[in-house]
């Protein structure tokens, strides 16, 4: 069965460093999502991105936040200048026709 | 998107059918309910969603009331692998559905 793949699986970065993190979405879905997940707390959306460019994005990704497909199949989430709050396990989704989502595992970002 | 409200946390006998309940009074016409659940630091996994009608698949089914303020998802035959958070969500699938806020959900443990 196709999955979503996301790297690294845990990313330990230190306060203001820049961090990529990746996705593989499935190949042929045309929607893709990125959420976050503090520790112990709600899943949050961040942003979604569909032709080649953002569609919808939540109050949380500021501009310390960009999503990227740039080759068209990585679908990749930057965060610039990393707080000690953007320490949270980030999802990546892919879409096919909504509702029905499929997620990766996670990358677990923890910022020293 | 309507508010849904569900119950924090349920136990399963392992084998038995587990009923997970979801009040959704506000929803409106063109609103679709849909579940997601959530095994521990896991990404969230699709399981069903529906309109009006009551749905099946192969991981469960979702009876809605027939005025569609409240809705029912049945796991027929619960096993230790399905204990998790179960997320009912409210929204227009033909918008960006993927911006779904996920609530507190429902932590179902089914036990031995």
């Known amino acids: 069965e196709p999955e979503v793949t996301q790297t690294p699986s845990h990313q330990v970065t230190q306060m203001g460093q820049e961090v990529i993190l990746r996705c593989v979405p499935i190949?042929?879905?045309?929607?893709f999502y990125w959420y976050r997940q503090i520790l112990g707390q709600k899943v949050e959306f961040l942003v979604s991105?569909?032709?080649?460019?953002?569609?919808?994005k939540s109050e949380i990704f500021d501009d310390q936040f960009s999503v990227e497909r740039p080759d068209g199949s990585n679908f990749t989430l930057k965060i610039r200048s990393t707080k000690l709050e953007d320490s949270a396990m980030y999802f990546c989704?892919?879409?096919?026709?909504?509702?029905?989502?499929?997620f990766g595992q996670g990358t677990r970002l923890t910022v020293v | 998107d309507a508010k849904t409200t569900q119950p924090p946390s349920m136990d399963c006998a392992e084998g038995r059918a587990a009923n997970l309940p979801c009040n959704h009074s506000?929803?409106?016409?063109?609103?679709?309910v849909y579940w997601y659940r959530q095994i521990h630091s896991q990404g969230p996994q699709y399981i069903i969603h529906?309109?009006?009608n009551n749905e099946t698949n192969e991981m469960a089914s979702l009876i809605i009331t027939e005025d569609r303020k409240s809705s029912t998802l049945i796991l027929p035959h619960a096993t230790l692998r399905d204990t998790a958070v179960y997320y009912c969500?409210?929204?227009?699938?033909?918008?960006?559905?993927?911006?779904?806020?996920f609530g507190d959900g429902t932590t179902l443990t089914v036990k031995p």
């Open positions: 989704a892919s879409i096919p026709k909504p509702p029905e989502a499929f």
């Open positions: 529906g309109l009006k």
């Open positions: 969500i409210v929204r227009v699938v033909e918008t960006n559905a993927g911006k779904s806020t």
């Open positions: 506000t929803i409106s016409g063109n609103e679709y």
């Open positions: 991105f569909y032709n080649n460019e953002i569609s919808e």
């Open positions: 190949s042929n879905h045309l929607y």
